[in-house]
């Protein structure tokens, strides 16, 4: 069995430079939508990690992890990147309510 | 040196392919993810690497031990409902802020959106 402990670590050294990458990409993200979308890729690769743990330790418990792991991930994508819409939206509304109020003066 | 056709070989060859193609594809969307200019082009490599980078992991780990197959294959579905839909959310919050296009962007195909206010997209 050592040939496929050598593909393991293969296999895990490359999710792992993945994972590294999306951390070094949170790290140094000039705005908070790539910070957001690194979040979001590195918690698909856990849950992609968390289905490897469960063939290595031959435990059937962590397919249940890695479903509702994924879960989470993607309630909190959806939450996070609401968030920044409607963020969006009120700066927008207080613009438009200076550009009204101007508009009115100059009337 | 034994040369026979065996099941459980092909069966291993398979799914070490899979796993090994999947975590690649990883490598590729963090690489992506890093070197990529601007948000869209970062939001696009990163998004469709990791969604067939987890399907063939998911599906390896299912090929290799038949007890996790109908786990892996839930999570495959509710992986392809799911990783779209995010990436989809990210990109319009992306885009209703008006985050820069790098300056290779020659043309964006919904330009109304952004600065109409008309409509049901607010």
């Known amino acids: 069995m050592s040939g496929s ?4 670590w293969i296999v895990f050294i490359f999710a792992g430079f993945g994972i590294f990458f999306s951390l070094l990409r949170f790290l140094k993200g000039p705005s908070s939508f790539e910070r957001l979308a690194a979040v979001d890729m590195m918690n698909v690769m856990f849950t992609g990690i968390i289905v490897l743990l469960a063939f290595v330790s031959k435990n059937n418990m962590y397919m249940d992890i890695a479903i509702l792991y994924g ?3 993607f309630i909190e994508t959806v939450v ?17 309510q200076n550009t009204e109020m101007k508009s009115g003066e100059a009337k | 040196m034994n040369l026979e056709f065996s099941w459980q070989l092909l069966r291993e060859t398979i799914g070490y392919l899979l796993i090994g193609l999947g975590s690649f594809f990883y490598f590729l969307a963090g690489l992506g993810l890093l070197r990529m200019p601007d948000i869209y082009t970062k939001l696009q490599t990163s998004t469709k690497a990791t969604t067939l980078g987890t399907f063939s992991i998911a599906l390896g780990v299912g090929i ?14 509710f992986v392809a409902l ?13 885009y209703k802020n008006k985050a820069p ?19 049901d997209v607010r």
């Open chain 2, 64 to 77: 290799l031990d038949f007890s996790f197959l109908g786990k892996a294959i839930l999570l495959i579905a």
């Open chain 2, 101 to 119: 296009a790098c300056k290779e962007t020659t043309i964006d195909e919904c330009g109304g959106i952004a600065n109409d206010n008309g409509g």
């Open chain 1, 71 to 73: 879960l989470l991930a």
């Open chain 1, 5 to 8: 402990l050598v593909i393991d």
């Open chain 2, 82 to 94: 799911t990783h779209p839909v995010a990436g989809s959310v990210m990109l319009r919050s992306a």
């Open chain 1, 80 to 96: 996070f990147a609401r968030y920044l819409e409607g963020r969006a939206k009120t700066i927008e509304k207080k613009h438009m």
